[in-house]
């Protein structure tokens, strides 16, 4: 029997995560509704949200208008 080591993940992309599917339950849209608005397939969306994608900044910019929202409500805060 082999064992996989579970990657740790990045604690900045798990905070952006929880920020995104916050917003994304806000606004009563599903993770299809919001790959729709950002021009993205719905498994990037679900990726995103499980801080299993590190999304570029264009990425991030087409995020945020697809949620309706700044950039800066949808980054982490300052205290990683």
Known sequence: ?????KKKKN???????AKVRNRRHAL??????LAERADF??????????AQRNPSLTSLVAIAKG???SLNEIFPDNDL
């Open 11 to 17: 604690p900045i992309l798990v905070k952006f995560a």
């Open 28 to 33: 009563s849209i599903t993770q299809e509704q």
């Open 41 to 50: 397939h719905v498994n990037y969306i679900g990726g995103v949200e499980r």
């Open 67 to 69: 949620l309706q929202c």
């Open 1 to 5: 029997m082999t064992q996989t080591k």
